[in-house]
């Protein structure tokens, strides 16, 4: 069964700052690789998704990398704003079915 | 396009209560999810539907829960006989088969007094 590790646990950063959240997994043989931010309460809303065949993929202020070869995907957020704070999560299916999710990473942007 | 929507957003039950939970996914996705989620875990993969055909159910998924997805458009979750271990958020999720890109609803809470 494919396990997913986030790392840190929670983060708290000044406004500004660049950073970098880290997603692992057990099984390489993944179909693709997505991010997800979740607010308090709420679901889950798609950052990012990264096909198998990719090595990264850019929205805005978001750069999500994927390592296949060492099981790694990095969530690069640059000049954070009090806004991003929330849970990121990963998610990383070996195969169409379903996703394994990591616990995330809870994120907060100190004004 | 409204994106997925579940519907109640909260839900209070006495043990021993059933409960139907109904998802309506964006409308041309082809494939359907149902995940539930418990305070400071990640989503946890309950079952999934192609089209109407119900293609995976996890172990986690005990004989007092029900999934359906009759015309391939809708769906419906049923727990029967509650039990406070069944207090979570449940998540519905919809993608198209060529991408696998998730879209999530908002949820649907659930306590079990």
């Known amino acids: 069964k494919q396990e997913v590790t986030q790392i840190p646990a929670a983060l708290s950063v000044p406004e500004g700052e660049n950073l970098v959240l880290n997603c692992s997994f057990t099984?390489?043989?993944?179909?693709?690789l997505q991010w997800f931010r979740q607010d308090p309460g709420k679901g889950l809303t798609s950052l990012l998704l990264i096909q198998s065949s990719q090595r990264e993929q850019t929205s805005g202020r978001l750069n999500a990398s994927l390592d296949k070869s060492s099981g790694r995907s990095t969530l690069y957020i640059a000049a954070s704003q009090p806004g991003d704070s929330a849970t990121y999560l990963c998610?990383?299916?070996?195969?169409?079915?379903?996703?394994?999710f990591g616990t995330g990473t809870r994120l907060t942007v100190i004004p | 396009d409204t994106g997925v929507s579940q519907d109640p957003r909260h839900k209070i039950t006495k043990r021993g209560q059933n409960v139907t939970f109904r998802c309506d996914p964006i409308?041309?996705?082809?494939?359907l999810y149902w995940y539930r989620q418990t305070l400071g875990q990640g989503p946890e993969f309950l079952t999934y539907?192609?089209?109407?055909?119900?293609?995976?159910k996890s172990r986690l998924l005990s004989d007092r829960f029900s999934a359906e997805r009759p015309k391939g458009s809708f769906s419906t979750l049923e727990i029967q006989r509650t039990e406070q271990g069944d207090s979570a958020m449940y998540l519905c999720?919809?993608?198209?088969?060529?991408?696998?890109?998730?879209?999530f609803g908002e949820g649907s809470r659930l306590t079990v007094l």
């Open positions: 539907f192609q089209n109407e055909a119900q293609l995976e």
């Open positions: 998610a990383a299916p070996t195969g169409a079915n379903n996703l394994f």
């Open positions: 999720a919809s993608s198209l088969a060529s991408t696998g890109e998730l879209f």
């Open positions: 099984d390489s043989a993944i179909y693709n």
């Open positions: 409308s041309e996705h082809n494939r």
